[in-house]
């Protein structure tokens, strides 16, 4: 695929599709910055009128000269009251369309990441996808809503204030732009040290933001290994090498506005003096006060000046983060639903693979060649080493990942013919250690599915043996968790993560289940018990290491390197004295 010619054009026209529902208010807005720029602009040729009709034109009659000094000083006020109240309107209608636009980015980004596949997620660290949501956007909506505006208004101002000049003088003008170019050169090279100042601050605060991340997830590892100082220093490094660069733009910006200010006053002394002379000559039309206006109108001149260079800046910023957002926008969903969706509701239940293959990455096969069948209501049991391919086997059920060759279905129907939503809908899920929201352990249950009562979410915990330990929290069923599960033991976290499954009420359920040394015995028997009520009448595949469940299942994989060597039930893979005989005796070994 070619590259667009400009990259930017293609990414500001893309913005612009945001913004083209909310065209009428920019229209509204465009008017207000146009109307301000010209009535500011304005304002130095009254000076001008007073200077020669009032001040030195002695022709007239005194009391003509009061009346008009009068009239002018009165609409000079009237203008600029107008003028500021204008500006305060544009200023606030610009401000809400942007913060619009940006809201509708943000939506379409976040809804964008809910639908992407797990692979995906895989690939990308949550701190990019943070940044994606947070930092991008916000750059954005500094320019949407300052830059655009800004530049707009600071382009109308200068364009005005130059016919402006024009109009009053065009020898004074010449002079002026020829001063220009070095002025522009110069505040070009200032401007250029402070945007690569500002990319290393940002590529420095990343580093920092990603080592922060890991560190605090890590915490525990890092603390139990007394790996504090190592930690310390790396943060030190890091944080030291952010603050060189914070201080090398602070450098250029302080150089920035001295820069605009002497170019300022070198412009004016230079004016003043060719003015000063061309008056003292005569014959020419400049008067005194043409000469004044035109020194307003520099000073004026030099205002936008100084913030349009620096509105470039958050332009090439902003299109940096335009580009990572569409970027992100535009990869391809790789887990699709299909266009015409099979009904999920009459399913029955059986789940069969045949002759699955499936890897994460490439040439790395995970599952070989897989065939099987659960029948409706039956527990299956997957056991085997770690790494050995079982929890690949319930990613493929859930459409996590799609299989590569081979088909997987339910009732008969291949799942790649279900809709994601309505397959997921059916499915019940037990993660050994599962996440917990910051939310209520009412709302950690039903996960805010509004077709839960409190009675069903009660009667849930209450199945699965969860309740008497809610009911001993501060708030019972309102108390709030924090992230990550914070002041529950693991095996209340699974205690509540088989309340979550049941309350869904789902057909198919799949059960992670990991013997915890942690957990005390009779904790152990209460998820033990749970998990019993639980794959009760459901089809259910769990991925078992305590032998009760294997021995209770109704029928055992048995899965080696992605391949499954045997099926049957307990008694039958003993009796075979193979892989299962061994494998089965290992785990007894450690709860002997
Ligand atoms: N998201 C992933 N991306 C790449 N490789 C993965 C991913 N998840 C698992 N794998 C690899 O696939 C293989 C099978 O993993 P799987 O989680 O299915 O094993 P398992 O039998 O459930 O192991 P365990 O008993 O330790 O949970 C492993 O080699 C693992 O490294």
Not at 177 to 193: E, G, Q, S, T
Not at 245 to 268: D, K, L, N
Request: charge should be neutral; include cysteine.
């Amino acid at each position: 695929m070619s590259r667009p010619k400009n990259p930017s054009r293609g990414l500001a026209r893309r913005l612009l599709r945001y913004a083209l529902p909310y065209w009428p208010w920019l229209l509204l807005a465009l008017v207000l910055v146009l109307t301000v720029s010209a009535s500011i602009n304005y304002l130095p040729v009254l000076i001008k009128h007073l200077t020669d009709q009032c001040l030195l034109d002695t022709s007239a009659p005194a009391a003509t000269r009061i009346h008009l000094l009068g009239q002018i000083s009165l609409t000079y006020l009237v203008i600029t009251l107008i003028g500021y109240i204008l500006r305060y309107a544009q200023g606030l209608l610009t401000v809400w369309i942007g913060q619009k636009i940006v809201y509708d980015l943000r939506v379409d980004v976040f809804h964008k990441a809910l639908r992407m596949h797990q692979a995906w997620f895989d690939r990308t660290p949550v701190g990019t996808l943070l940044t994606r949501v947070t930092s991008d956007i916000e750059r954005l909506q500094a320019f949407v809503t300052d830059g655009v505006a800004g530049t707009v208004a600071d382009l109308f101002m200068l364009f005005g204030i130059m016919g402006y000049m024009l109009l009053i003088s065009p020898r004074l003008s010449m002079v002026l732009f020829l001063l220009l170019p070095p002025l522009f050169a110069l505040l070009f090279f200032v401007n250029h040290k402070l945007r690569n100042a500002n990319r290393l601050i940002r590529k420095r605060q990343a580093a920092l933001n990603a080592l922060t991340q890991e560190d605090i997830t890590g915490i525990t590892t890092i603390q139990l290994f007394n790996r504090e100082s190592a930690a310390r220093s790396e943060f030190d490094e890091r944080n030291n090498d952010l603050r060189l660069a914070h201080f090398e733009e602070v450098r250029w910006f302080s150089i920035y506005f001295p820069v605009i200010e002497t170019g300022q006053a070198v412009t004016i002394a230079i004016i003043l003096a060719a003015g000063g002379l061309w008056l003292l000559a005569g014959g020419t039309p400049l008067t005194a006060g043409a000469l004044i206006a035109f020194l307003a109108y520099i000073r004026d001149f030099f205002r936008p000046l100084g913030s349009l260079s620096d509105k470039a800046g958050s332009f090439q910023i902003a299109m940096a983060s335009a580009e990572r957002l569409f970027a992100l926008m535009d990869t391809p969903e790789e887990v699709n639903d299909p266009d015409v969706p099979q009904p999920t509701d009459k399913i029955d239940g059986t789940i069969a693979f045949e002759n699955v293959s499936f890897a994460y990455t490439e040439n790395n096969p995970v599952l070989r060649n897989i065939s099987f069948a659960v029948e409706p209501g039956q527990v299956l049991a997957v056991v085997g080493a770690t790494g050995s391919g079982k929890t690949t086997i319930i990613n493929l059920i859930g459409r996590y990942y799609d299989a590569k060759e081979g088909r997987i279905t339910i009732g008969g129907t291949d799942i790649r013919d279900f809709k994601k939503e309505d397959l997921r809908k059916r499915i019940g899920t037990v993660f050994q250690d599962p996440f917990i929201f910051a939310a209520s352990v009412a709302d950690n249950i039903s996960l805010l599915n509004p077709a839960l009562t409190r009675d069903d979410i009660v009667r849930a915990a209450t199945a699965v043996n969860a309740d008497s330990f809610i009911r001993n929290l501060p708030n019972g069923y309102d108390t709030e968790l924090n992230e990550r599960g914070g002041g529950l033991s693991l095996g209340q976290k699974q205690l509540l993560a088989m309340a979550r499954a049941l309350a869904q009420n789902p057909d198919l359920l799949f059960v992670l289940d990991e013997a915890t040394a942690s957990i005390d015995t009779a904790t152990e028997l209460l998820i033990q018990d749970a998990l019993g009520k639980l794959v009760k009448n459901r089809t259910s595949i769990v991925i078992a290491h305590r032998l009760s469940t294997i021995r209770n299942a109704d029928r055992i994989l048995v899965m080696r390197h992605g391949e499954l060597v045997d099926s049957g039930n307990h008694d039958e893979l003993m009796a075979r004295a193979g892989y299962y005989r061994n494998l089965y005796e290992m785990l007894q070994q450690p709860v002997a």
